[in-house]
């Protein structure tokens, strides 16, 4: 009887182990949500993500132990944003992409954002580049997995233009999420400095005005994040890091 009795202990503890270490993993996945458009508007120039943006949160929560799963909306190669590639725009985080071949193997292959679930993460990531204003403000798979992300309070983060991936979700109720909400993003002055105001289909600090956001923002170029609830914003290319260590301390929290 003892026997059994010890038995039927081990094989419980064990249950529980494994459940309990099923839970750490799913808990240790982040998804990252990039462009997979590569045309700035009719210019005949190439667009795609910023490379910094992915690389330097990338590698903020790999180093840490933490998954990160790549996901586009066409699945495949994501288009990296050429001119993120230039010497004045490396930092040590992209200098370590372009030697890292596993990494780039990994924006080689990304999911197709119609087949990942967020029950399978415990947060979403949008990193910029200016490809989101044309691909992921209208994708109805994003809207609908930001939208399930929020619902089921788990922190949803966006840099730069990532934002763009939030003018058109709603909430249950109908209003724009945005909605009386405090938000940043690449501001009209900065996208006026990079000359792409006429290029863009809108721009983003005032779509997001429009939508109703509580838009923020600190001096041009700066780092600048603010978080709203569980769900947070960067300004800019600057502001990666940052967004990263908040969007770390709400999956710290959950």
């Given at each position: ?72 909306p ?5 288009p990296?944003?050429p ?20 990494t780039?193997k ?24 200016h ?49 009386g ?27 997001l005005?429009?939508?109703?956001a ?10 600048f ?30």
């Open positions: 009887m003892k026997n059994t009795l010890i038995l039927a202990l081990t094989i419980a503890l064990s249950l529980f182990s494994i459940a309990a270490k099923a839970q750490v993993t799913k808990k240790e996945k982040i998804l990252f949500v990039l462009t997979s458009h590569d045309k700035l508007g009719n210019t005949g120039k190439p667009t795609g993500f910023w490379i910094e943006e992915f690389a330097t949160p990338y590698y903020y929560f790999t180093d840490k132990g933490y998954e990160v799963v790549v996901a586009t066409n699945g495949g190669q994501a990296i944003d001119k993120s590639n230039e010497p004045s725009f490396q930092t040590e985080a992209t200098k370590r992409y372009f030697k890292d071949a596993p780039q990994v924006l080689a292959s990304t999911q197709k954002l119609s087949a990942v679930k967020h029950n399978d993460f415990a947060a979403v990531f949008y990193p910029g580049g490809g989101p204003m044309w691909d992921l403000a209208t994708d109805k798979n994003s809207i609908h997995l930001i939208q399930q992300f929020y619902a089921s309070k788990k922190p949803v983060a966006f840099v730069c233009h990532g934002p763009a991936a939030l003018v058109n979700v709603k909430d249950n109720s109908g209003n724009y999420l945005v909605n909400k405090k938000i940043t993003s690449f501001c009209n002055t900065e996208e006026d400095a990079v000359q792409l105001t006429k290029i863009v289909p809108f721009p983003l600090e005032s779509k005005k429009e939508r109703g509580v838009y923020v923002k600190g001096s041009d170029w700066s780092s994040a603010v978080e709203d609830g569980n769900l947070i914003t960067g300004q800019n290319p600057q502001s990666s890091e940052l967004v990263a260590e908040k969007l770390l301390g709400q999956i710290k929290k959950n």
